[in-house]
């Protein structure tokens, strides 16, 4: 009954920039937190970007403060993650992750996209 469906990856050459987006369908009533995590071939998945309900408050991984931005638009509920000065070691599978109430539940859950590839390489 709810989706997350994720767009913008891709092949990019290091120094570009990708905008990644995840927007919740479905029956949703309301949303907490949104994240992304990226993950590579043989290693766990990581926390890279999350932002709060009312998107005043992100918290970004170390390696990616001052290139990636996390943002919301609560209307469309939607996450994006601007990805800028990219680097080869950004290559992986992105995956947005979100804390979900739908309006057949009394909780939240938390739900995952189904991932985009986004590489970095000249």
């Known amino acids: 009954q709810v989706q997350l469906v994720e767009s913008g990856g891709g092949l990019v050459q290091p120094g570009g920039s990708l905008r990644l987006s995840c927007a919740a369908s479905?029956?949703?009533?309301?949303?907490?937190?949104m994240r992304w995590f990226r993950q590579v071939p043989g290693k766990e998945r990581e926390l890279v970007a999350a932002?709060?309900?009312?998107?005043?408050?992100?918290n970004l991984l170390d390696s990616v403060k001052g290139r990636f931005t996390i943002s919301r638009d609560n209307a469309k509920n939607t996450v994006y993650l601007q990805m800028n000065s990219l680097k080869p070691e950004d290559t992986a599978v992105y995956y947005c992750n979100v804390d979900l109430m739908s309006a057949a539940d009394s909780y939240m859950n938390t739900y995952w996209g189904q991932g985009t590839q986004v590489t970095v390489s000249s």
């Open positions: 932002i709060n309900t009312s998107g005043r408050t992100t």
């Open positions: 479905g029956r949703v009533f309301s949303i907490a937190s």
